[in-house]
């Protein structure tokens, strides 16, 4: 295998997750995570969208029990590890020693961007199970740099092997995602990551921004299956770091023919940046906030675009998903007050 500059995490099978409202079957797991294995991929994340623990009424329930799915895909990986996310007060570490036991080699424990004192209990414990570990700091642009050098140092501290910025809104422009990966570069030993979604069309360009700054680990979802408008693509991120000259270690051609053939089926819809991805974007707001705004919309007859900016507006946040349908009813009471 050729030396890496770069490590790609290929998360379609959590982060896509959410565009396919969590009803990823056994064998379409099997089938992705082969593909991926085979290109050579060096990380596959497998777990429901909000990580372990996260199929439940409230983010939505899995067709699959997420440990089956890591089971599946680590059965067909000799080459690739798998990963899992795992929020603090979603997913325990009961969760996570049940992954490990099916084969998963990382796991990347996420909290938001100013709370990383709850992911000391869950660091520690991957790292007693012989895990590689990383934090995760999500919504990135919610904190001053300042304040986020201080909680990347934090997980650091309890042995986090990586701290990604993680522009879960995809709203950070690329300025905003260098000026926060460089911050991160001077003030830690341990590698940095970026992890981005295309709302306002700029994965791409944050991810290369954040590799100009130091990052060595990126995420991509392959045809783009992630929440909101999808994260950076993977296979064009791995052409356009060819043309680079930056070697990821991963076979193109093979995961050309994997987009096409085996994950474009999958898609409930093609992935492109539509109104309601856009203001995620442009709001702020989380990006697995896209389907749940959907269907308030629907359900109190509402624009999608009304929600999600109210939500912004209210720094709303991975987690709060019940918020969605309160700000629906308020947003619905007060349209119904003016007719």
């Avoid at 990986?77 to 020693?97: A, F």
């Avoid at 460089?182 to 940095?192: F, K």
């Avoid at 299956?225 to 990821?248: F, H, R, Y």
């Avoid at 999958?266 to 203001?279: A, F, V």
């Amino acid at each position: 295998m050729k030396k890496r500059d770069i490590f790609v995490t290929e998360v379609a099978l959590r982060d896509g997750s959410h565009a396919v409202a969590h009803q990823f079957t056994a064998d379409q797991v099997k089938r992705v995570a082969k593909g991926l294995n085979k290109a050579n991929v060096p990380y596959i994340e497998v777990s429901h969208g909000d990580g372990l623990g996260g199929s439940s009424l409230q983010y939505g329930k899995s067709a699959v029990h997420e440990i089956e799915l890591i089971s599946a895909a680590a059965s067909v990986c000799d080459k690739s590890t798998i990963s899992v996310l795992l929020l603090p007060g979603i997913g325990t570490v009961h969760e996570l020693r049940d992954a490990a036991r099916e084969g998963a080699g990382m796991v990347r424990v996420a909290t938001h961007v100013t709370e990383a004192d709850v992911s000391k209990q869950h660091i520690s414990a991957a790292k007693e199970l012989g895990m590689e570990t990383v934090g995760f700091l999500m919504m990135a642009h919610m904190a001053p740099v300042e304040e986020l050098v201080k909680q990347a140092q934090l997980m650091e501290s309890y042995g986090a092997d990586t701290v990604y910025v993680v522009d879960s809104a995809g709203t950070l422009l690329p300025h905003e995602t260098a000026e926060r990966i460089r911050a991160l570069r001077q003030s830690l030993h341990a590698d940095i990551g970026f992890h981005g979604h295309n709302n306002l069309s700029l994965a791409m360009a944050n991810t290369l921004a954040a590799i100009e700054e130091g990052a060595t680990r990126v995420d991509g979802s392959i045809r783009c299956l992630g929440a909101g408008a999808g994260n950076t693509q993977t296979e064009v991120l791995i052409a356009v770091l060819d043309k680079m000259g930056i070697s990821t270690g991963v076979d193109l051609y093979e995961m050309m023919d994997l987009a096409q053939d085996v994950i474009a089926p999958i898609l409930p819809k093609p992935q492109e940046i539509e109104k309601g991805s856009l203001i995620l974007g442009y709001a702020g707001v989380y990006s697995s906030f896209l389907l749940h705004s959907e269907k308030a919309a629907r359900k109190y007859n509402l624009d999608i675009r009304d929600i999600l900016v109210e939500l912004g507006n209210r720094k709303v946040v991975g987690g709060q998903e019940d918020m969605i349908v309160d700000v629906a009813a308020e947003l619905a009471k007060k349209k119904e007050a003016l007719i």
